[in-house]
């Protein structure tokens, strides 16, 4: 798969507003300010394709991306983040549940977590609602920039062994030190062949 066609497609606020539901789609999903954007810029390398934040939160549409025809990235927006009102937070699991349920394209799920936090219980609860749906999972575990060697490798043992008694599986990743694109390629590319 190349991603060096990637374009953006169009932002659904509503469930009524979702991209057409054909072919094969991977979603984004994680916390606030995890790095859900700066990863699908750095895995399509196009700089300013999904807008990044410094305002957690920001992201409140599921933006939709498309690598080829039928072939599309969707960058869900975040959870986790303390200050967003109750009728917006209401609004986004409504939103989130209905795409789980409908998407018939969703072929897997790219759980984005900081790498300084780990996986936290909504990412748990994110990837049991995922693989609940008979769907693949991969977790990134970005900002590894952030850590030495020993913290980012404690960090991947920890988070392979939680997800142990299950398909998913986790890497590490950083937008800013080039760490991982490949891997996630690699994954993601498994993901979107076939028919
Ligand atoms: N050091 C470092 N910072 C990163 C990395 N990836 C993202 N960031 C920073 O983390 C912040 C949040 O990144 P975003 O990509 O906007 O995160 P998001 O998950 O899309 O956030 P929302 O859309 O608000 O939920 C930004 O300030 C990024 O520059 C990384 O690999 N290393
Ligand atoms: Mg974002």
Not at 82 to 102: C, D, G, S, T
Not at 164 to 178: E, G, N
């Amino acid at each position: 798969m190349t991603y060096a066609h990637v374009k953006f497609v169009t932002s659904a606020a509503e469930a009524h507003q979702l991209a057409p539901d054909v072919g094969r789609e991977i979603a984004f999903a994680g916390r606030s300010n995890s790095g859900k954007s700066t990863a699908i810029n750095a895995i399509t390398q196009r700089a300013g394709l999904a807008r990044v934040s410094r305002t957690p939160g920001r992201t409140q549409l599921i933006n939709f991306f498309e690598l080829a025809p039928d072939r599309r990235l969707v960058d869900l927006p975040g959870y986790g983040f303390a200050k967003v009102p109750e009728k917006i937070r209401q609004h986004w699991l409504a939103l989130m549940e209905h795409y789980f349920n409908v998407r018939e394209s969703l072929v897997g799920l790219v759980l984005i977590v900081d790498s300084r936090r780990g996986l936290g219980a909504q990412d748990a609860a994110m990837l049991e609602w995922i693989l609940a749906r008979d769907r693949l999972a991969h977790v990134l575990l970005t900002k590894a920039d952030k850590l030495n060697r020993s913290d980012s490798q404690r960090v991947l043992r920890e988070t392979k062994a939680a997800c142990s008694d299950t398909a998913v599986t986790a890497q590490l990743f950083s937008a800013h030190s080039k760490i991982g694109f490949d891997e996630a390629r690699a994954v993601m590319d498994r993901w979107l062949a076939g028919a």
